[in-house]
């Protein structure tokens, strides 16, 4: 064995065990905390909110990814896919299902962020939890005809590693297996743009909700009257930075969601001609 090979093979030794434990860990943590989420919220009256019920389903599909790790972690030490092709479906599916599940809530979320805020009077006629269900309704339908070709074309493939050892993988492909080494590429590219463009390019668009958030929220800071501080007008753009962009940069299939009343999570609404946006301690009134 030649050094160059030695030296590929530590590596690659090294990133599976680090990716083991790196995937232990989220197991570890984002199993207990995901129930604690879906468990909170389905026994307190007060976190049932219209936002809390995308949270929920955002916990649920982190859940069914996590519940998955475990089949990763023994599939990355036996160096071979070994629990056969319904296995092979189910586990590919409950992956697909948290990258756009999770996608897809955040642009619910991003809507509903929009409705609360620049339409904060209006909206109080259709953000109920009937139109909750609705639209989670409506997002689990698009999810699962995105996650559909991933259940047709998943399947086990045997072939030879890199020691010419026969081994068996979980892998996406609809061609034909004489031709497996050439269009393999060519399929990996298709499945990564397909997943880029339904997991995070199509839910980003969400984000042009929040120019006029920023709008509404820069007229409120200026109708204010006199009497009104330097550090209120601070905290009105502090509020803005923590309600905008909640999926450009919090964007991870594996998350946690335990802030229940952060302002970015909890409803806008007026009270005597005032905003008054819930913290996580207080209401807090502008």
């Known amino acids: 064995m030649t050094s160059t090979t030695f030296d590929d093979d530590t590596i690659i030794d090294f990133v599976k065990t680090a990716s083991r434990v790196a995937f232990a860990s989220a197991a570890a943590i984002g199993i207990p905390g995901n129930l604690f989420v879906l468990f909170a919220i389905i026994y307190s009256r007060d976190l049932r909110t219209v936002s809390n019920i995308f949270i929920f389903n955002l916990a649920l599909a982190d859940l069914l990814f996590l519940m998955g790790v475990p089949i990763l972690i023994i599939q990355s030490i036996k160096g071979e ?5 319904i296995v092979c479906k189910l586990y590919l599916a409950s992956s697909g299902v948290n990258q756009f599940a999770s996608a897809t809530f955040m642009g619910v979320l ?23 269900a609705v639209l989670v309704l409506i997002s689990w339908i698009i999810v699962i005809i995105e996650v559909a070709p991933l259940i047709k074309f998943s399947k086990v493939v045997e072939r030879p590693n890199r020691y010419n050892k026969t081994t068996a993988s979980c892998t996406i492909y609809w061609g034909d297996m004489d031709k497996f080494d050439d269009q393999v590429v060519k399929i990996r590219r298709i499945f990564t743009t397909y997943s880029f463009t339904f997991s995070y390019l199509i839910p980003l668009i969400g984000q042009n909700y929040y120019p006029c958030m920023a709008k509404t929220l820069s007229i409120l800071g200026k109708s204010t009257s006199t009497e009104k501080t330097n550090d209120e007008d601070t905290f009105i753009q502090k509020v803005f930075r923590r309600n905008a962009d909640p999926f450009g940069t919090s964007f991870n299939p594996s998350r946690k969601h335990r802030n229940f009343k952060s302002p970015i999570y909890s409803p806008v609404s007026l009270a005597n001609g005032k905003i008054v946006i819930p913290s996580a301690r207080d209401d807090v009134t502008l």
Do not use: E, Q
């Not at 896919?81 to 092709?85: S, T």
């Not at 991003?110 to 009937?130: E, M, P, Q």
């Open 81 to 85: 896919w070994i629990f056969g092709p």
């Open 110 to 132: 991003s809507f509903d962020r929009y409705l609360a805020v620049c339409h904060a009077v209006s909206s109080t006629r259709i953000r109920t939890k009937k139109f909750a």
